[in-house]
């Protein structure tokens, strides 16, 4: 799984760049809550992995990911609202000028340095399931690498009813999220599960998600889902070997292999 940066971390660019925003700033919810837990870099698979390596797999992920959604969302441009954004917004997957994004960190700088640079259009400090915004609008609400944190905390019912009130019709959640069912997902819940977590992989809210979970909690909030796997390769791979298990990726929408993937996307469509 890709660890995300902190979202706590302050950006001394966004001191120029207010925070430019269509809504009000929450702050009648007082101190947002974090999401994300400490990192312990001195972690056991960390020391074991390159830079480089890990790089592999990133850039297969991003590939996959713009691959599947230009197969699949059927929709070329709109509204995007990027939850949990952190310092990587999505841009990859929506780029402008066809999609105007909305990015939303706990962390008001790290939106306003984003809003700033140019990566968003309009940034939010707030917290998946507690978003003060209007209903029906934005035809896609992502969440990349950001419910499988959520998921150590609470339950994700909050977030997937929340995606269907701010979506249009025929828009989408878009969730990029570790799947459980995978081996090495399967490792990190057992290591977790052990107290293990921030020792084996630096953190204890790296919990990989079932998608068998993450489909029933689409239907459940009202939307349609379908589920791919990104990838089946593990960053920790050789370089090599990563790239033979890439081979497997092309078969990853099949309804029996899809649920195995290292990295699942949900595309739960609102009707």
């Known amino acids: 799984?890709?660890?995300?940066?902190?979202?706590?971390?302050a950006c001394p660019a966004a001191r120029n760049h207010p925070v430019k925003t269509a809504w009000p700033l929450p702050h009648a919810f007082?101190?947002?809550r974090g999401v994300s837990q400490p990192y312990r870099r001195d972690n056991l698979l960390d020391r074991a992995s390159?830079?480089?390596?890990?790089?592999?797999?990133y850039e297969r992920e991003r590939l996959r990911e713009r691959e599947l959604l230009d197969r699949r969302l059927g929709l070329t441009g709109g509204e995007v609202l990027s939850v949990g954004c952190g310092w990587h917004p999505g841009r990859h997957l929506f780029p402008k000028p066809a999609w105007r994004m909305t990015g939303v960190e706990i962390d008001e700088a790290v939106v306003g340095a984003l809003v700033g640079?140019?990566?968003?259009?309009e940034g939010l400090a707030g917290r998946g399931g507690e978003l003060p915004l209007p209903d029906d609008s934005f035809d896609v609400v992502l969440y990349r690498l950001v419910l499988h944190h959520i998921a150590w905390q609470e339950p994700l019912g909050a977030c997937f009813e929340e995606a269907r009130r701010l979506l249009r019709t025929g828009g989408a959640l878009v969730a990029i999220e570790p799947g459980s069912w995978h081996p090495v997902g399967a490792g990190l819940a057992a290591a977790n599960r052990l107290g293990m977590g921030p020792l084996v992989h630096g953190t204890p809210d790296d919990v990989p998600l079932s998608p068998r979970r993450l489909t029933a909690e689409a239907r459940k909030a009202g939307l349609q889902p379908e589920l791919h796997a990104v990838t089946y390769g593990?960053?920790?791979l050789p370089r090599r070997a990563q790239r033979a298990i890439h081979a497997l990726d092309p078969y990853g929408s099949r309804p029996l292999l899809a649920p195995l993937g290292?990295?699942?996307m949900l595309i739960a469509r609102s009707r």
């Open 117 to 121: 640079a140019g990566d968003l259009d």
């Open 234 to 236: 593990w960053r920790r």
């Open 30 to 32: 007082g101190r947002l």
């Open 1 to 9: 799984m890709k660890a995300r940066r902190p979202g706590n971390v």
């Open 50 to 57: 390159h830079p480089e390596t890990l790089e592999v797999h």
């Open 262 to 264: 290292h990295t699942l």
